[in-house]
């Protein structure tokens, strides 16, 4: 499967912005999905899983409360919602898929480009 991450920009404190995932090669439903991203000199880190069937998901604590996380097998593609952005929230984002549970790691087999997102003070 390959992953194409986007919905990336620059965008003011308090705003918001989707990202998506879209999936081809394979169908999306066969695989758990992840929402990573990586700040300038720091590791990349793990914000937001969601299960095959989209019926669980996981939150960092950063930022639960104002990401949501979801899913649309039959569009191939994968939402990630952010609300009340903060400058701290500044990265590149990118999106992985494995055919096994989405644990909140990042032992993901398949790697999406990352789209940089800049959230302004």
């Known amino acids: 499967v390959q992953l194409q991450a986007s919905g990336g920009g620059l965008v003011q404190a308090g705003g918001s912005l989707r990202l998506s995932c879209v999936a081809s090669?394979?169908?999306?439903?066969?695989?758990?999905i992840g929402w990573f991203r990586q700040a300038p000199g720091k590791e990349r880190e793990v914000v937001s899983t969601i299960t095959r069937s989209g019926g669980s998901a996981y939150y960092t604590d950063s930022v639960k409360g104002r990401f949501t996380i979801s899913r649309d097998n039959a569009k191939n593609t994968v939402y990630l919602q952010m609300d009340s952005l903060k400058p701290e929230d500044t990265a590149v984002y990118y999106c992985?898929?494995?055919?096994?549970?989405?644990?909140?790691?990042?032992?993901?087999?398949?790697w999406g480009q990352g789209t940089l997102v800049t959230v302004s003070s």
């Open positions: 992985a898929g494995k055919r096994m549970y989405p644990s909140p790691t990042l032992k993901y087999n398949y």
């Open positions: 090669g394979r169908a999306l439903k066969d695989y758990g």
